[in-house]
Nanobody, 124 residues
Framework: QVQLVESGGGSVQAGGSLRLSCAVSGCSFNSYIMGWFRQAPGKQRESVAALRRSDDYTLYTDSVKGRFSISRDNAKNTVYLGMNSLKPEDTAVYYC?????????????????WGQGTQVTVSS
């Protein structure tokens, strides 16, 4: 049973930084993708960043390129999302996701496992 537990959300002023963490347990796949989605009020859930564990290939949505960074710590089985230069439009619930395989997808349906979500609020 794959379980994902996020932490690190909170409130910050525009221009500030946060780092989200996601502890992954029960994942015995040889190859898998870890990533982050977000959903703002009244908007569809969107992919933010993804990382392929086998080769550290990363993919970011255009709006966060240069500001956000996805990384992992194998020893801790944890994936991180570093967020810098935060903007009010980054306000959302952020979800950690995992999918088995090597394909890096940006669709909600492409991911089998989801965390409970953590709130990020950026004030102007």
């Amino acid at each position: 049973q794959v379980q994902l537990v996020e932490s690190g959300g909170g409130s910050v002023q525009a221009g500030g930084s946060l780092r989200l963490s996601c502890a992954v347990s029960g994942c015995s796949f040889n190859s898998y993708i870890m990533g982050w989605f977000r959903q703002a009020p009244g908007k569809q859930r969107e992919s933010v960043a993804a990382l392929r564990r086998s080769d550290d290939y990363t993919l970011y949505t255009d709006s966060v390129k240069g500001r956000f960074s996805i990384s992992r710590d194998n020893a801790k089985n944890t994936v991180y999302l570093g967020m810098n230069s935060l903007k009010p439009e980054d306000t959302a619930v952020y979800y950690c996701v995992v999918r088995q395989g090597i394909g890096v997808y940006t669709s909600v349906s492409g991911y089998d496992y989801w965390g409970q979500g953590t709130q990020v609020t950026v004030s102007s």
